[in-house]
């Protein structure tokens, strides 16, 4: 909204030109949306106390420490995200880009589809909110929708990381693509939300590679320079991940250990959906399951459980998703947590590698 509003008056005012630069905006975006937390996560958290008598129900299957460590503590704080995050888009992102709102629509929806999920688990007082087939239809549809936008702003591209010139043409399997891209981090994102604060850092990890793979991949200079697909007005995605990058950073002020909320599946599904659908804008699919290969371990350590139980009988991890493995093997939640944060953040390191690895 600044950019569209003071860029035309750069001409009279020199000091507006500032907005023109990617860097400053997103600058601009990081801060306002921690502002934003600040400010609005304290009465949201007392508010949701009031609603939530009980809290987030707490699985009876998981650990058991969680049951008397956690209960009470109320979810859905991924209002306080979503809030930071679209305020400061939309006051720094130049919102004459398709690509800006391809990525706040898949935001906002998959966290109203988290939302649902999260109201039904509180009114019932059970862990079981909407049933997975439909919520897994309704993110399918909301995915399709975006990858469809894209296909048809860009095309069907899909790059490959380290090599040079490569970019297979999907066609119109882009969109199917995409809906497995999007869902796939949606949901990944969700299984990983399982401990104070594991989650949300490696999301702003993700967020600050895919910051920068946007401004790159954006830039005609940098793009032919670093040998990827160059992707016009994806570096205005920047600024997204700056948001997400600010909003994720005033959530984790309340959801540091112990934490004072959870952010729900109106956060998880939320953040998720965002970083697949930056994934796929910037070409980059692949990459990201590098980057967020935390993600990734925790799906697959849940698909290999219940594929182990299924066909013999047996589990392979204590419990799943995996962070609740190294739980039963005696490692405190802190650790497990930074731990965790520290593979993020070599992952990250290793996904960004590939722009220049080719």
């Not at 591209?157 to 693509?177: C, R, T």
Request: charged letters at 10%; proline letters at 4%; one cysteine or more.
């Amino acid at each position: 909204m600044l950019y569209n509003f003071l860029v035309p008056l750069a001409d009279e005012f020199q000091v507006f030109n500032l907005f023109r630069y990617l860097t400053f905006r997103t600058g601009g975006a990081v801060l306002t949306a921690l502002l934003v937390c600040f400010l609005v996560g304290p009465p949201l958290i007392r508010w949701l106390r009031a609603k939530q008598k009980k809290g987030q129900p707490i699985r009876e299957d998981g650990p058991a420490g969680h049951i008397v460590a956690k209960a009470g503590t109320p979810t859905m704080g991924g209002f306080m995200i979503l809030a930071g995050l679209s305020t400061a888009t939309l006051l720094w992102a130049d919102l004459t880009n398709p690509f800006v709102w391809v990525c706040l629509g898949v935001t906002a929806s998959f966290g109203l589809i988290g939302f649902f999920d999260d109201y039904l688990k509180v009114t019932k007082a059970s862990p079981k909110g909407v049933p997975g087939r439909w919520k897994f239809a309704l993110e399918c549809l909301i995915a399709g929708v975006a990858g469809y936008v894209v296909l048809s702003i860009q095309g069907g591209g899909l790059a490959v990381p380290f090599v040079n010139d490569i970019v297979a043409d999907l066609g119109v399997f882009f969109v199917a693509f995409a809906i497995v891209v999007v869902v796939g981090t949606g949901n990944a994102v969700n299984l990983t939300d399982g401990l104070d604060g594991l989650a949300i850092m490696p999301v702003i990890i993700a967020a600050a590679a895919f910051a920068l793979i946007a401004y790159l991949v954006g830039n005609t200079v940098y793009a032919d320079y670093l040998q990827v697909p160059y992707v016009p007005g994806s570096g205005e995605l920047a600024v997204f991940c700056g948001a997400l990058i600010g909003a994720g950073l005033g959530f984790l002020w309340f959801n540091a250990p112990p934490a004072m909320v959870f952010m729900g599946d109106t956060g998880s599904l939320a953040l998720g959906g965002a970083l697949g659908a930056v994934a796929v804008v910037t070409k980059h699919e692949i990459v990201l399951a590098i980057i967020g290969g935390i993600f990734v371990l925790e799906t697959i350590s849940v698909m290999v459980q219940v594929a182990s139980f299924k066909l013999f009988g047996r589990r392979v991890f204590r419990m799943a998703p995996l962070h609740h493995h190294f739980e039963h093997l005696g490692w405190a939640e802190s650790t497990i947590v930074i731990r965790f944060w520290i593979i993020a953040l070599v992952l990250a390191l290793v996904g960004l590698s590939t722009l220049k690895l080719r």
